[in-house]
C-alpha cells in the first residue's frame, strides 16, 4: 500500500476538492477532476455547453450539458478503487512485514503503526506535531497538508515556492535550480498564507454576495407575493365585476320584458275593446230582431202595427251599417308586428338592446304637493321615485304616478341618496348631510361638509362602493365621503366643470356630471373623458340601470323636453321622447331618473311627469 505521501505524488487527488478521486472524468485537455467537482464548476455558468479547465483554461464541450457524458478516466478510477480497498501500513518500521497503520502524521507525512506512533508520541522534539487517526483520513474527514517533503532530498522540508512553477519546493531545490533559472520564490508559509488571506478575502466576499443575493431573493419573493395578491385582487375585481354585469343585464332583460308586457297588455286592451263592441252589436241586433219577429205571431193593427213598423225601420237602418272593418284589428297587429328587438354591442358598453317600433307618451302627469319646491328626485328602495322638496318631505312615487308615503315632513331636503342597505342621505338646504336608517330615523353621524357659502350648491351620489359624492358649485369640486362620516376621503376637482347634479355608473364608478349646459363624463380623478352639448338646450342627464345614459334636453322658453338615450361615451342610440309640451315653471330646475322597472320620471320643480310605452 502506498503512503499518502506516494498517493499525493501519484496524482490521485482532484485539484479542485484535494481528496480522492471520485467518478474522475477527463477533459479534452487531458485533465481530471471528479464528476461532482464538474457540476459545480458547470453550475457557475448554467447557460454555457463547454467547460472551462481551472488548470489551463481551454473549453471542453459538454454534451447536451451533462457532465456525465464526459470520458471516464478508467485507469485513474481503478487505481482510486485499488487504493481505497487496501489498508494502509506503518512507513516508519524497517521491517518487511509492515504492521497496519492506525495514525499518521501530518508534519513528518508518516502512516504510523501502535508502537511507532508510541515512540513518536514520547520524543520531546516532535511533541507539538499534528497526528491523526488513519481512518479519519480515509474518511476525508481530515485533509492532508498541502506541504511535504522535498522529492529531490527527503530530508527537506518544501519551504519554498516558486510563483512560475506554482509548485512547493525545498531551499536547496530553490538555491540550485529555480533561481539559477530566473524564477521568484517566496516562503511557502508567506504563500500558504496569501492563499489562505485570499480565500478568506474572497469567503468574505462571497458571504456578501450571497448576503446580497439573499436580499434579492427575499425582494423577489416580497414582490411574488404582492404580484401574487395583485393577480388574487384582478380576479376578484373580475368576478365582482362579472356578477355586477350579470346583475345589470338581469335588470335590463327585466325592465324589456316589462315593457313587453307593458306593450301586450296596450294591444289586449285595444282587441278586447273591439271584440266587447262587436258582441254588444251582435246583442243589439238580436234584441231588435227578436223585437221584430215578435209581429209574426198575430195580425198587427193600429198601435201595434206602427210599432212594428218603426222597429222594422230602425232595424232596417241598424243593418244597413258598414260591417265591422276587420283592418282594425290587423292595424293592431302590423304595429305590434313593427316594434323588434334590437340587440347591440359597442366598445366598453354593456347592453342587452333595445326594442324598437312603439311610442312612449306621458303615462302620468301628477301636481306635486308644493308648488315651486321640488329641489331633487332619485331612486328609491322598493320601486319607488323620491321627491325631495326644499320647503320639507320626502315624497315616494310609483312608477303609476301614486303619491306612497311622505316621509321627513320637517327636513328641508335639497338632495338625496340611498346607500345599500336602504340607509338614506339628505343634504338639507344648509349644505348639512344627514343619514337616516330605513324607517327614517336620524343617526347620529357627522358629515364635515363644506358650508353653504364656501362650496354653495351641487349634487349628490351614492357610488357603486357606497360612498357618498357631494358637489360644490362655487370651487368647482366634489368631495367623498363614508357612511361613517367626518371628513371627506378626498377630493375630485371637476376639470373646470360645475358639479350641478352628478351621477355614477355602477360598473366603472366614473362620474357623470350636469354642468350649465352640458353632460360631462369624469374619471375617478376628475378628468373630463367626454362632453355632449346642444345648442340652446338644457341638459338633464341621468345613469339607468344598465349604465346607459338618458338626458332630458330642455327649451325652458317653450317648454318642451325630449329625451334621448345614449351610451356611457356619450354616443347617441336612440330618441325615447321628442318636443313634449310640459306647463312651464317659474325656475328652470329640472331632474330626471329611470324607475326599477323601465319608466322614465321627469319632474319640474311643479310637477312629476312619467314615460311609458302606452
Not at 45 to 57: A, D, G, L, M
Not at 95 to 120: G, I, L, W
Not at 552 to 575: F, K
Amino acid at each position: 500500500m502506498a503512503t499518502f505521501h506516494q498517493i499525493s505524488s501519484q496524482n490521485l487527488e482532484c485539484p479542485i476538492c484535494l481528496t480522492l478521486f471520485n467518478q474522475p472524468k477527463s477533459l479534452t485537455c487531458s485533465h481530471t477532476f471528479c464528476k461532482g467537482c464538474l457540476e459545480r464548476v458547470s453550475q457557475t455558468h448554467p447557460s454555457q455547453q463547454t467547460i472551462t479547465c481551472p488548470v489551463c483554461r481551454k473549453g471542453t464541450l459538454v454534451p447536451s450539458g451533462d457532465v456525465n457524458k464526459l470520458q471516464t478516466n478508467v485507469p485513474l478510477s481503478s487505481l482510486v478503487d485499488e487504493v481505497k480497498t487496501k489498508n494502509p501500513t506503518c512507513t516508519v518500521c524497517q521491517t518487511d512485514e509492515k504492521p497496519p497503520a492506525v495514525s499518521y502524521c501530518q508534519d513528518c507525512a508518516k502512516n504510523m503503526c501502535k508502537s511507532c506512533e508510541r515512540v513518536h508520541s514520547a520524543w520531546q522534539p516532535l511533541s507539538n506535531h499534528e497526528v491523526v487517526p488513519v481512518s479519519e483520513v480515509l474518511s476525508g474527514k481530515v485533509l492532508l497538508r498541502r506541504r511535504r517533503k522535498c522529492k529531490t532530498h527527503p530530508s527537506a522540508d518544501e519551504d519554498c515556492f516558486c510563483t512560475h512553477c506554482r509548485e512547493n519546493i525545498c531551499s536547496t531545490c530553490g538555491m540550485l535550480e529555480h533561481i539559477q533559472a530566473g524564477h521568484q520564490l517566496e516562503k511557502a508559509a508567506v504563500h500558504e498564507e496569501n492563499v489562505m488571506k485570499n480565500i478568506q478575502e474572497l469567503q468574505e466576499w462571497a458571504k456578501s454576495k450571497k448576503t446580497t443575493i439573499g436580499n434579492h431573493i427575499d425582494c423577489i419573493e416580497t414582490q411574488r407575493n404582492e404580484i401574487s395578491t395583485m393577480l388574487r385582487k384582478l380576479n376578484d375585481d373580475i368576478d365582482k365585476t362579472y356578477k355586477e354585469y350579470i346583475q345589470l343585464l338581469s335588470d335590463r332583460k327585466e325592465a324589456l320584458k316589462c315593457q313587453v308586457q307593458r306593450l301586450s297588455e296596450k294591444f289586449e286592451k285595444e282587441l278586447q275593446t273591439m271584440k266587447e263592441e262587436s258582441r254588444q252589436t251582435v246583442s243589439h241586433v238580436n234584441a231588435m230582431e227578436e223585437l221584430v219577429t215578435n209581429g209574426m205571431k198575430v195580425p198587427l193593427e193600429k198601435d201595434a202595427l206602427f210599432v212594428h213598423d218603426t222597429l222594422c225601420e230602425n232595424l232596417k237602418s241598424f243593418l244597413g251599417r258598414d260591417d265591422p272593418d276587420n283592418q282594425s284589428p290587423k292595424t293592431v297587429t302590423e304595429r305590434a308586428k313593427k316594434i323588434s328587438f334590437r340587440s347591440y354591442v359597442k366598445v366598453n358598453e354593456l347592453c342587452l338592446g333595445e326594442l324598437e317600433g312603439y311610442t312612449w307618451n306621458v303615462k302620468a302627469d301628477v301636481d306635486l304637493p308644493r308648488k315651486d319646491s321640488m329641489d331633487c328626485i332619485t331612486r328609491a328602495p322598493d320601486s319607488k321615485m323620491a321627491v325631495g322638496s326644499w320647503q320639507g318631505g320626502m315624497h315616494l312615487y310609483s312608477s303609476d304616478g301614486e303619491l306612497q308615503q311622505t316621509v321627513l315632513k320637517d327636513v328641508n331636503v335639497r338632495r338625496i341618496g340611498f346607500l345599500a342597505d336602504g340607509r338614506s342621505i339628505v343634504l338639507n338646504t344648509n349644505n348639512k348631510m344627514s343619514l337616516y336608517t330605513p324607517q327614517k330615523k336620524k343617526l347620529d353621524v357627522t358629515f364635515e361638509t363644506m358650508s353653504l357659502d364656501d362650496g354653495g350648491y351641487g349634487g349628490l351620489i351614492v357610488g357603486r362602493d357606497d360612498n357618498i359624492y357631494v358637489g360644490y358649485k362655487k370651487p368647482q369640486k366634489i368631495e367623498v365621503f363614508t357612511p361613517q362620516g367626518g371628513k371627506a376621503i378626498r377630493g375630485i376637482l371637476c376639470d373646470g366643470y360645475t358639479p350641478w347634479q352628478l351621477f355614477s355608473f355602477h360598473t366603472t364608478g366614473k362620474l357623470i356630471l350636469k354642468d350649465v349646459s352640458a353632460v360631462v363624463c369624469l374619471d375617478g380623478d376628475g378628468k373630463k373623458e367626454n362632453v355632449l352639448k346642444k345648442e340652446g338646450m338644457y341638459p338633464f342627464p341621468a345613469v339607468c340601470r344598465d349604465d346607459s345614459v338618458i338626458v332630458a334636453w330642455v327649451n325652458h322658453e317653450e317648454g318642451l323636453v325630449s329625451v334621448d338615450r345614449y351610451t356611457r361615451d356619450l354616443e347617441q342610440v336612440h330618441n325615447i321622447v321628442t318636443d313634449f309640451q310640459i306647463q312651464k315653471p317659474e325656475r328652470n330646475w329640472y331632474h330626471l331618473r329611470e324607475f326599477e322597472s323601465g319608466e322614465i320620471a321627469f319632474c319640474t320643480p311643479d310637477r312629476l311627469y312619467i314615460f311609458g310605452a302606452i
